[in-house]
């Protein structure tokens, strides 16, 4: 069964970078979409990024578009999430999820959208990212 890790949290300042891993074991993560999850205190899941098996296909929630990449080796059994210009409102717990279907949601008009957090099917424990001053 795939088991997920994720790493690379910690405090940051605003304006600061970070670099969240996930790994995968026990399949192999090429057969699946990967997203990136965050939860506030006191707040609900939300989606951040997801990206297709092959990479092929990126989505971003629209409050990190253009500060956050996602990106996976799949040689490596890894999918990163780059963070670039943190902001506190950033802050919270990071889980990186594998999906079993397709992981996205294609619209009519050939875009995409992450599917909801309830859509994916295997989970990592998380890591704190604090972005405060």
């Known amino acids: 069964q795939l088991q997920l890790v994720e790493s690379g949290g910690g405090l940051v300042q605003p304006g600061g970078s970070l670099r969240l891993s996930c790994a995968g074991s026990?399949?192999?993560?090429?057969?699946?979409?990967i997203g990136w999850f965050r939860q506030a205190p006191g707040k609900e899941r939300e989606g951040v990024s997801c990206?297709?098996?092959?990479?092929?296909?990126?989505n971003y929630e629209d409050s990190v578009k253009g500060r956050f990449t996602i990106s996976r080796d799949n040689t490596k059994n890894m999918v990163y999430l780059q963070m670039n210009d943190l902001k506190p409102e950033d802050t919270g717990v990071y889980y990186c999820?594998?999906?079993?279907?397709?992981?996205?949601?294609?619209?009519?008009?050939?875009?995409?959208?992450?599917?909801?957090?309830?859509?994916?099917?295997?989970w990592g424990q998380g890591t704190q990212i604090t972005v405060s001053s």
């Open positions: 990206i297709s098996t092959d990479g092929g296909r990126t």
């Open positions: 999820a594998a999906d079993l279907g397709p992981g996205m949601i294609l619209n009519l008009d050939g875009s995409s959208r992450c599917a909801t957090w309830t859509d994916y099917d295997y």
């Open positions: 026990g399949s192999s993560l090429e057969y699946y979409p």
